[in-house]
Nanobody
């Protein structure tokens, strides 16, 4: 059974940092794109960042320059380092794995596995 377990969320002041982790079990995902989406109250889920099987990264404009995504295939884990956090970053963050092998992109419509979500709250 595949599981994605997120950790690292919490409450932080604006300008602070958090590091999210997503540990996958039950299957290896070294040949799949992995990444993060988020959903704020009353809003639709939105893309945050993704890292492909080759290490190619892509970010939403709203987080570019502040967030860094990385992965450790030996640990089957993807990370999201979030710096210079803003109140508008407040959301539930979800880890995701794309269903398409050897594909660069990560799409929520092609996501095969989701984590349970971790809350990030940034106070002003």
């Amino acid at each position: 059974q595949v599981q994605l377990v997120e950790s690292g969320g919490g409450l932080v002041q604006a300008g602070g940092s958090l590091r999210l982790s997503c540990a996958a079990s039950g299957r290896t995902f070294s040949s799949y794109s992995m990444g993060w989406f988020r959903q704020a109250p009353g809003k639709e889920r939105e893309f945050v960042a993704r890292i492909s099987w080759s290490g190619n990264t892509y970010y939403a404009d709203s987080v570019k320059g502040r967030f860094t995504i990385s992965r450790d295939n030996a640990k089957n884990t993807v990370y999201l380092q979030m710096n210079s956090l803003k109140p508008e970053d407040t959301a539930v963050y979800y880890c995701a794995v794309d269903r398409r092998q050897w594909h660069l992109a990560l799409s929520q419509y092609e996501t095969e596995y989701w984590g349970q979500g971790t809350q990030v709250t940034v106070s002003s």
